[in-house]
């Protein structure tokens, strides 16, 4: 059957999907160009200035009142609404295929209120959430259909993450949306099963309770069925510290709860040894005094899969101080803020991204804060290692640009590939470069060097035809 893409957003942001011209690496300016995508797309999103931990943010949405501002009216059973940045719409976008008649690729988004700026208006509730499908054709996007909110209420951000996949393996794409809720446990993930029709209708709905605040959805296959899985990393409940994150098998019947994870804030899934399973790779870039569970400069962890799931005891966590691993730990290194798992080098097994946004360099006559830098690690048939890393910063050969205090590069990572010639592509964010642009970077995966050296290009929001007064952070999240 010929198939069609979906692709799915969560965030306000003007013009997310496009095609944009290549440019090579020698030609590009510090605000870089566009890079062509070639058969796959990149996309990303452009919500307002992100403002750093030194502001007043943090990650996974933890946000101090400024001065003058007022904390929200908690709801009438008592749950407080999380942070309202914007309405965030185009925010948590995700792809995937329907079934078509035509053979074309259709790219789709599904609009929402995004994984931590769940804004949106739902009639007269305030913050309720709003997901839509933005419907693809062979002329573009065309018209949106809301997907009804199981239990709309004031602040219950439907669309907090999303994800989207096959988890019950009948064919049919199913959306994994998390949000607040009003009975039981505070948030909840909801699967509404597929199909999606222009007229709103879907399949039936699940509810499940994670056990976890500001839970964030990353699908992928662990075993080698045809149903999909689910990761949900989150906070403890009503705390600031990391949760174990949960592991949700894909069956016919929805989604059955497994096997308890090491924490982390981020998660990607793929086959980092070539066994056929998909192996977990989680990211916890939080410091040790103010995160139990983290390391001094941030962490990763692998839990590998098997035919019944994740490994309970083939697990290990790997830091800046560990054997072979570039660099070295300092407070502040952000190491495992971003992660992404596919085959740069197109060997069979998938290598690892890793994102320090935190990375500074220099001594104190020539310090530079918060430039950035990316860790590559190999897949291997031993599963991940650290043999042959590569370490890259914007003055690594063939990387566009120069490392400058508070670009954060590497503070998103997507591996996907963008050109169809079988490596996965790695697509970086600096969500600061240019301050308070933002930028991106499409690094072609190339065997051996993990990357190419001589087609790397990047771009910024200026290349797109936006403002840089609204487009801080840029590309801040991605899908492709």
């Known amino acids: 059957m010929r198939s069609r893409t979906l692709l799915l957003a969560a965030t306000l942001t003007t013009g997310l999907l496009t095609t944009l011209p290549t440019t090579p690496a020698s030609a590009a300016p510090r605000a870089g160009r566009a890079t062509s995508t070639g058969t796959g797309t990149a996309t990303s999103r452009s919500p307002p200035r992100r403002q750093g931990r030194r502001q007043g943010v943090g990650r996974a949405g933890r946000r101090r009142l400024r001065h003058g501002e007022r904390p929200e009216p908690g709801q009438a059973d008592g749950h407080q609404p999380e942070h309202r940045g914007h309405p965030g719409f185009g925010r948590g976008r995700r792809r995937f295929r329907l079934p078509g008649r035509d053979g074309r690729p259709e790219p789709r988004r599904l609009r929402g209120p995004g994984d931590r700026h769940p804004e949106e208006d739902s009639g007269s509730l305030e913050s309720a959430g709003t997901v839509v499908i933005v419907w693809g054709s062979a002329s573009g996007l065309s018209g949106g259909t ?100 949960a592991f949700y098998k894909g069956t016919s019947n929805g989604l059955t709860k497994g096997a308890a994870l090491r924490a982390g804030t981020t ?31 941030g962490e990763i962890s692998v839990v590998y899969g098997t035919s019944t799931g994740p490994s309970g005891s083939r697990r290990t966590t790997l830091t800046q101080s560990s054997a072979g691993v570039p660099d070295s730990p300092e407070y502040g290194d952000d190491f495992g803020e971003a992660v992404a798992v596919g085959d740069l080098d197109k060997d069979g097994r998938a290598d690892l991204a890793i994102g320090a946004p935190g990375e500074a360099f220099g001594d104190d006559a020539h310090y530079v804060s918060s430039a950035g830098a990316i860790t590559l690690l190999r897949g291997s048939a031993s599963g991940l290692t650290t043999t042959g890393a590569v370490f890259l ?53 190339a065997t051996g060097s993990l990357y190419s050296t001589t087609t790397a290009t990047t771009f910024g929001p200026t290349h797109l035809g936006l403002s840089t007064a609204q487009a801080g952070a840029f590309g801040s999240d991605l899908a492709g």
Not at 269 to 276: V, Y
Not at 277 to 284: A, F, H, P, T
């Open 393 to 445: 910063t914007q003055d690594s050969p063939g990387v566009p640009g120069a490392v400058e205090s508070v670009d954060s590069f590497g503070s998103q990572l997507l591996a996907s590939d963008v050109n169809g010639d079988g490596h996965a592509d790695l697509t970086a964010i600096a969500a600061q470069e240019n301050d308070p642009a933002g930028a991106a970077w499409h690094l072609p995966g």
């Open 146 to 245: 809301t997907v009804k909110n199981p239990e709309p209420q004031y602040g219950s951000s439907f669309g907090l993450s999303i994800a989207a996949a096959d988890f019950t393996g009948d064919g049919k794409p199913d959306l994994a949306v998390s949000t607040q809720s009003s009975t039981g446990s505070r948030y909840k993930i909801r699967l509404i099963r597929g199909p999606f029709t222009k007229s709103g209708s879907t399949g039936r709905v699940s509810s499940y309770s994670p056990g976890v605040d500001k839970p964030r959805l990353t699908a992928g296959k662990v075993d080698k069925n045809a149903k999909a899985d689910l990761v949900v990393t989150g906070r403890k409940t009503n705390s600031e510290h990391l949760a174990a994150a």
């Open 267 to 297: 998660a990607a899934i793929g086959d980092l040894d070539g066994d056929g399973y998909g192996d977990i790779v989680l990211g916890n870039p939080d410091e040790p005094h103010n995160e139990p569970s983290g390391s001094k400069g």
